[in-house]
């Protein structure tokens, strides 16, 4: 079993669009690929939440850890 956290960076843009998704840190590449396309397909499918600063919406990085414990 291997186990252990994929980090990914990404941009999440006011309008509540993510995008320029990056792997910070991973396990392997088989793994860090499936948790990018994830992401990516859960950022299409839905809009973000936007940042928040001074009352309005601005455009913000977000790191996400997502851990996986595979047996």
Known sequence: GMEGGVWIRFMG????RGSKF??????????DEEALRVLKEQAAAKKW???MQKGGKVNSQ??????FRLN
Do not use: A, D, F, M
């Open 62 to 67: 977000y790191v996400i850890p997502i851990q």
């Open 49 to 51: 939440t936007p940042g």
């Open 13 to 16: 843009w006011r309008g509540g």
């Open 22 to 31: 990056q792997i910070v840190k991973g396990i392997n590449k088989e793994i």
